[in-house]
């Protein structure tokens, strides 16, 4: 009977370390990764659009290249004032009204509110993109997006520091995503050359948090800075680590420079391709 017993107990001990590998196999949940990459790029999107209706020095407007994000049927609307300052910004509205296709493709709504407190390259102007009823492809944002210029690094780069507070309900009734956000952008390339939008290539480091459909929350570190290119509108570099709420953490690589969608996370060594959109 002793030996049938420990023959048991060797038995249950097999099946326990078989279910742990199993639970560790199966922990492959690239959700909130994917949540992560894609309420960023929905808000740099909303910065994209605004850079590109407003001039250097001034709020007029930008051309807009045949690579960008605006079309004919985005209405755009600027009131200026002779004395901006921080209680009386300038303001533009992009109107892209109840359905307007963009030069991307992307089918915009609704409203991005712009205020500036100052000229943008100006130390010390604090711009706040604020979304009016606005969604992409059906996915509605609200919150804002705030950039304050921190001027110039060593290398004459503008640099500024961004703080969103934002929430996307997804299209089709599948949730809603929360988000927040603490970042320093740095402007590498493409700040000499204020009329082509394609050039411009941004560092983003920082830290963020957010809560999943499902209720369930993760944090966010960027542990190597991502780079941005508004060519592709994509992070093309760069990692970041995402650790949800009682899991191991993910860690997100964007890869080498190279113009795509998609990256990949590592999740308990085990390596998945996602798609950020």
């Known amino acids: 009977m002793k030996t049938l017993k420990l023959i048991s107990l060797s038995a249950a001990?097999?099946?326990?370390?078989?279910?742990?590998?199993?639970?560790?196999?199966?922990?492959?949940?690239?959700?909130?990764?994917?949540?992560?990459?894609?309420?960023?790029?929905?808000?740099?999107?909303?910065?994209?659009?605004?850079?590109?209706?407003?001039?250097?020095?001034?709020?007029?407007?930008?051309?807009?290249?045949?690579?960008?994000?605006?079309?004919?049927?985005?209405?755009?609307?600027i009131d200026t004032s002779a004395n901006v300052s921080a209680?009386?910004?300038?303001?533009?509205?992009?109107?892209?009204?109840?359905?307007?296709?963009?030069?991307d493709g992307k089918t915009?709504?609704?409203?991005l509110v712009v205020s500036m407190t100052g000229a943008y390259f100006s130390t010390g102007t604090v711009i706040t993109i604020t979304p009016d009823g606005y969604s992409v492809n059906g996915n509605v944002l609200s919150g804002y997006r705030r950039l304050t210029n921190a001027g110039n690094n060593e290398q004459g780069q503008p640099v500024?520091?961004?703080?969103?507070?934002?929430?996307m309900t997804l299209a089709s009734n599948g949730?809603?995503?929360?988000?927040?956000?603490?970042?320093?952008?740095?402007?590498?390339?493409?700040?000499?050359?204020?009329?082509?939008?394609?050039?411009?290539?941004?560092?983003?480091?920082g830290s963020s948090n957010g809560t999943k459909v499902n209720g369930d929350t993760w944090t966010s570190?960027?542990?190597?800075?991502?780079?941005?290119?508004?060519?592709?509108?994509?992070f093309v570099s760069g990692t970041r680590t995402v650790t949800p709420s009682n899991r191991p953490e993910r860690l997100i690589d964007y890869g080498n420079g190279?113009?795509?969608?998609?990256?990949?996370?590592?999740?308990?060594?085990?390596?998945?391709?996602i798609t950020v959109n």
Do not use: H
């Not at 500024?160 to 929430?167: G, K, T």
């Not at 082509?196 to 983003?204: E, G, H, N, R, T």
């Open 175 to 205: 949730g809603e995503i929360t988000w927040t956000a603490s970042r320093t952008r740095t402007w590498l390339e493409g700040f000499n050359t204020p009329g082509i939008f394609a050039d411009d290539v941004f560092s983003i480091t």
């Open 221 to 234: 570190t960027i542990n190597t800075p991502l780079t941005f290119k508004r060519l592709c509108r994509q």
């Open 13 to 77: 001990g097999l099946l326990m370390s078989l279910s742990s590998c199993r639970k560790e196999k199966l922990d492959n949940d690239t959700n909130a990764a994917k949540y992560e990459s894609s309420v960023e790029l929905y808000f740099n999107e909303t910065n994209d659009i605004a850079d590109q209706v407003a001039k250097t020095g001034s709020t007029g407007l930008r051309l807009a290249e045949a690579d960008g994000l605006l079309s004919d049927c985005a209405t755009i609307t």
């Open 258 to 273: 190279t113009c795509d969608n998609t990256a990949t996370v590592t999740i308990n060594g085990n390596t998945y391709t």
């Open 108 to 111: 915009r709504a609704g409203k």
């Open 87 to 103: 209680t009386n910004p300038d303001t533009i509205v992009i109107d892209f009204g109840t359905g307007c296709v963009g030069n």
């Open 160 to 167: 500024f520091n961004v703080e969103v507070v934002a929430s």
